[in-house]
């Protein structure tokens, strides 16, 4: 899927963590609800880090032009480092180590050990990265069109308000995990599920995902997890741009209802 399709996917698949989470009786404070919703729309698009023409490579300039190219690099390196005999040759790294749940695993851990261990200054730079992701997958029309600055202030402006409301009492920095020193440890799970939920997304398209490496499926260690052939599409397609993503917002708007409690 395209950029916009992924980043609402994200934000759908966190307000359905709300909504189950209030039928369980764990509500979401809502800061945690609006502002893990942002956190996994950004975190959809991180996968994509092995494409140098992704949305996420022109998000920071060319700090993430460069940090494609690493990622593409590495991604290949560890492709065919590891393949099975019944895996394709293939040149680039693009849909292979990002989109599998061992890399969705360790960077949501990576991503709540630093919120842990590093504090304020640590939540607010999360959420920064991730801000600017949100507004370049959602807003991604008007992002185009803007300088990168006036996005990079506006991911700011947003990471700022957001930590300084989370920071107070009761507004959710210990949702879940409510240990002293657990502060902000919930922080990795939109981040995990950002990237699953981008990993499905591209399963359901015509090239599949290895979402599952390193376990060996028919022979194949990045085995292209997918739905039957005759259900995949073509990443930006009409069925993305007038079913998936009109469908996307109608089931995140749902979610956001269930998870408030106006809803039921």
């Known amino acids: 899927m395209m950029g916009p399709a992924h980043s609402l996917s994200g934000a759908m698949a966190w307000l359905g963590v709300g909504a189950a989470a209030q039928a369980l009786d764990h509500p979401m404070p809502w800061p945690v609800l609006v502002a893990g919703a942002l956190i996994c729309s950004g975190a959809a698009l991180a996968p994509d880090l092995d494409h140098r023409s992704a949305t996420i490579s022109r998000a920071f300039g060319p700090f993430s032009k460069v940090l494609c190219g690493v990622v593409d690099a590495l991604s290949s390196a560890v492709y065919r480092a590891t393949k099975a005999p019944a895996d394709s040759r293939r040149s680039g790294g693009h849909r292979t180590l990002t989109h599998t749940w061992v890399w969705a695993v360790a960077i949501g851990a990576g991503f709540s050990a630093l919120a842990v261990f590093g504090g304020h200054w640590a939540v607010l730079g999360i959420l920064f990265v991730h801000m600017v ?4 997958g959602l807003l991604w029309r008007a992002a185009r069109v803007s300088s990168d600055v006036l996005v990079w202030l506006l991911g700011a402006a947003a990471a700022w308000i957001l930590t300084g409301i989370l920071d107070q009492p009761g507004n959710g ?20 599920l950002g990237a699953l939920v981008h990993d499905l997304g591209d399963a359901i398209t015509i090239s599949g995902c290895p979402v599952l490496w390193p376990i ?3 022979g194949k260690r990045w085995y292209p997890l997918g739905t039957p052939r005759f259900m995949r599409f073509r990443a930006g397609s009409w069925v993305e741009l007038k079913v998936l993503m009109p469908l996307f917002m109608l089931l995140g708007g749902a979610g956001a209802l269930l998870a408030t409690g106006i809803l039921f």
């Open 133 to 136: 992701l949100a507004v370049e």
């Open 173 to 192: 920095a210990n949702w879940l995990f409510t240990d002293p020193g657990q502060e902000y440890l919930w922080l990795g799970l939109p981040i995990v």
């Open 216 to 218: 060996q499926i028919n």
